[in-house]
């Protein structure tokens, strides 16, 4: 080869060498570029990341304060135990006040000296008596009027025996004609009013007749209000008044 010819050589060589030297730096600019866009896209992404946990952060604390929100609100029986005491305890308090009230009313009302009312013994006693009476007079047998009228006589008093006295002559005049026999018995008694040794009652009798020329039997009832004192003797029966 010739000189010429080396030296054309050497110059092709060289612009080679220089066409071939911007494409590398290029290149190289290239990577540069693309490095920076996926950096560019990784830090999206993290703050992404953090911005979730800030937000899940922020939900925990939310439902913890709800939950101790709804626990104050939603206390346990046993934490309300000592309010629920306080006001039964109030309760009891005011009640206890009004029965004293009542009481001390009660006391200043004529009725509470009803004996009826407040004396179990006293009532039980008027009662036996009045029961025993009143079966007694008004139970007879037509050949044994005598033992009713002396009955009569130990238990009645003013102006219940002058009625009595008067009915009774009806019933001996009649009972050994028409051979009557007459039972009574007191059904339901009550003492409606008893102070100071006196006593009101309203008595119901059952009432039974046979007619021993007969055989003929009758029933009734009877109803009436009784008035009785108590004497050295016991209970004495000073009204009769049927109802």
Not at 4 to 29: F, K, N, Q, Y
Not at 80 to 100: D, H, I, K, Y
Not at 149 to 155: L, P, S, T
């Amino acid at each position: 080869m010739s000189r010429t010819e080396e030296i054309t050589a050497i110059d092709e060589a060289d612009e080679r060498d220089l066409v071939t030297e911007p494409d590398t730096e290029t290149d190289a600019d290239a990577d540069a570029i693309e490095t920076e866009t996926d950096d560019s896209d990784v830090v999206p992404e993290a703050a992404d990341a953090d911005e979730a946990d800030e937000a899940d952060e922020a939900d925990s604390a939310e439902a913890a304060l709800s939950r101790e929100s709804a626990a104050s609100t939603r206390r346990p029986a046993w934490l309300r135990l000592p309010a629920l005491l306080l006001a039964a305890a109030l309760l009891l308090t005011g009640a206890g006040v009004w029965f004293t009230l009542e009481a001390r009313s009660a006391s200043g009302n004529p009725a509470a000296d009803n004996l009826a009312l407040t004396d179990v013994g006293a009532t039980a006693d008027v009662t036996s008596a009045v029961t025993l009476a009143m079966n007694r007079i008004f139970s007879y047998s037509y050949d044994k009027t005598d033992v009713t009228e002396k009955a009569a006589a130990a238990v009645l008093r003013g102006s219940a025996k002058d009625s009595y006295d008067k009915l009774f002559a009806q019933v001996r005049e009649k009972a050994p004609q028409q051979k009557l026999v007459l039972t009574s018995r007191v059904s339901a008694i009550a003492v409606q009013d008893l102070r100071n040794g006196h006593a009101r009652l309203l008595v119901f009798l059952d009432q039974s007749a046979v007619r021993a020329d007969n055989n003929a039997t009758d029933s009734a009832a009877a109803q009436l209000s009784v008035t009785a004192e108590h004497t050295g003797d016991g209970w004495v029966v000073t009204e009769l008044e049927p109802r």
